[in-house]
């Protein structure tokens, strides 16, 4: 009986989850490229829908919506840095998911996941929030024991209220899938088809050698590899094997710190840089300029 009676208090949970995966699903829709697919959220009413850039390699791909309706697709923009794309089509009155706010997240919390795992429809896995992004990642990215596979990627990932907290990226191992929180992709989505600021430089992130730790009191930054020509920073006196370690007094490790930075720069206003050149700081002003965002930003170096 005790093994009986444990099943019953598991009853509530179990038909939680079944609520939240029949009112996710309308919302969970397949990406096909023409090579494969993926799954894909859709983020509002009027059309759009977020998936992952690797989903999508091409700037067109038909979508198969909840009521099986298959309809063309175009990109409409793209993070690579986050692996994140926007695509739009022709339709309004969508079903869009609930979005969460993944700052409120925290470990040990349920999340649930939904996609199209080796060709089956509409698949739910359950699992808990492993660990949460630091100021440390080279990306944001949420830890989940959720058991995914291909076809997942570009799929939500949702609270117990049945909130999108994330966008399922890739599987780190067997067992721990990595998405990127809500609160990026919402910051994506509010960016599209916007200028993009813009500093004109190619950085790689570095960690300094000791002698040089010890004297300037910090351990890593991001190296300039190039320096675009008439770019905001040539024009501010930055130079290749400059080294970024600050920017407003916080610290600089990986690219995404200098996004973030740009993206927080109003139209108009200038970075204060902490550089490091040959061995010694200097402050340098930058004032970034506004062009449209660039087809290709790898992960391991930023062009920004």
Request: proline share 9%; net charge neutral; glycine share 12%.
């Amino acid at each position: 009986m005790t093994g009986l009676s444990t099943l019953g208090r598991l009853a509530p949970l179990g038909a939680a989850v079944a609520a939240v995966a029949e009112r996710l699903r309308p919302s969970v829709v397949t990406i096909e490229n023409g090579s494969g697919a993926g799954a894909g959220v859709i983020w509002s009413a009027d059309g759009l829908i977020i998936t992952n850039d690797h989903v999508v390699p091409g700037d067109q791909a038909r979508v198969r919506l909840g009521s099986q309706d298959v309809v063309p697709a175009r990109v409409v923009g793209r993070d690579r840095l986050n692996d994140l794309a926007a695509l739009r089509v022709p339709r309004e009155g969508l079903p869009a998911a609930e979005v969460g706010d993944s700052r409120a997240l925290r470990p040990g919390q349920l999340v649930l996941a939904m996609g199209h795992p080796l060709g089956l429809s509409h698949a739910l896995t359950l699992g808990i929030v492993s660990a949460l992004p630091t100021d440390d990642d080279e990306r944001e990215l949420i830890r989940a024991d959720l058991a995914l596979a291909p076809g997942n990627s570009g799929g939500p990932m949702v609270d117990a209220a049945g909130r999108v907290v994330g966008i399922n990226a890739m599987v780190a191992s067997p067992g721990l899938a990595l998405a990127v929180p809500s609160h990026v992709v919402a910051d994506f989505v509010t960016h599209i088809g916007e200028p993009a600021p813009w500093l004109g430089i190619t950085a790689l992130p570095v960690v300094l050698p000791p002698d040089l730790r010890r004297r300037v009191g910090v351990a890593a930054g991001l190296m300039i590899t190039a320096v675009e020509r008439g770019g905001p920073a040539e024009a501010a006196g930055l130079l290749p094997g400059d080294v970024i370690v600050a920017i407003a007094e916080e610290p600089v490790r990986h690219p995404r710190h200098l996004l973030e930075a740009l993206a927080r720069t109003p139209a108009g206003g200038d970075l204060d840089l902490v550089i490091l050149r040959g061995g010694q700081g200097h402050r340098l002003r930058v004032a970034p300029a506004r062009r449209a965002p660039q087809a290709d930003v790898p992960p391991a170096r930023s062009a920004a």
